[in-house]
């Protein structure tokens, strides 16, 4: 009975972790893209596809990258390695987002340096600093917050924010296949 409860608890604690990593991943990637076109064009847009303020496609990203480069620690090793998987993951994305959705989400036509106007070496090199902002601070942050916090509360955020999240995800995705 011991080790189920200890199961538990860490399922409960992953849960958690992976949630909450996603949510500010996704928050994160927003934040960076509504400065860039106030920056670039001084105006506020809300970007992304979903109504919350969480771009998906930074979360699935840093988990991306969580697999393949988990036991790195060097950040010139993880900084370089990010840099060139966000690039190949952007023009990936945008390719298979233009063939689910029929239209293009963005574009770096204007930006100098751009790869097939779908993706920059100037965002790459962005990516590449936020990958390891992803793994020295948001993911050992996690960690620390899903130790301290009581586990039912690890699992009820976990549920809280996923739920949200998905919700939100069905439903955009719906209003944007019937556009």
């Known amino acids: 009975?011991?080790?189920?409860?200890?199961?538990?608890?860490?399922?409960?604690?992953?849960?958690?972790?992976?949630?909450f990593e996603f949510t500010v991943a996704g928050f994160v990637g927003w934040i960076y893209?509504?400065?860039?076109?106030?920056v670039m064009?001084?105006?506020?847009?809300?970007?992304?596809?979903?109504?919350?303020?969480?771009?998906?496609?930074?979360?699935l990203g840093a988990f991306m990258l969580l697999a393949i480069l988990r036991k790195k620690r060097n950040p010139l090793i993880i900084f370089t390695?990010?840099?060139v998987i966000t690039t190949a993951f952007e023009l990936g994305a945008s390719y298979l987002l233009e063939f689910?959705?029929?239209?293009?989400?963005?574009?770096?036509?204007?930006?100098?340096?751009s790869i097939l106007d779908r993706s920059s070496l100037i965002s790459s090199a962005i990516f590449g600093i936020m990958a390891v902002g992803y793994f020295w601070l948001l993911h050992p942050l996690s960690k620390k917050i899903s130790n301290k916090l009581p586990e039912a509360v690890c699992f009820g955020t976990g549920m809280f924010l996923s739920a949200g999240i998905l919700t939100d995800t069905v439903i955009s995705f719906a209003e944007n296949l019937s556009k």
């Open 1 to 19: 009975m011991i080790p189920y409860i200890s199961m538990k608890n860490n399922l409960s604690r992953s849960f958690f972790r992976y949630v």
């Open 33 to 38: 893209e509504v400065v860039t076109v106030w």
């Open 41 to 59: 064009f001084h105006r506020f847009d809300n970007r992304g596809m979903l109504h919350l303020p969480i771009i998906p496609i930074y979360s």
């Open 81 to 83: 390695a990010a840099t």
């Open 100 to 113: 689910i959705f029929h239209k293009q989400f963005w574009t770096y036509k204007t930006w100098y340096f």
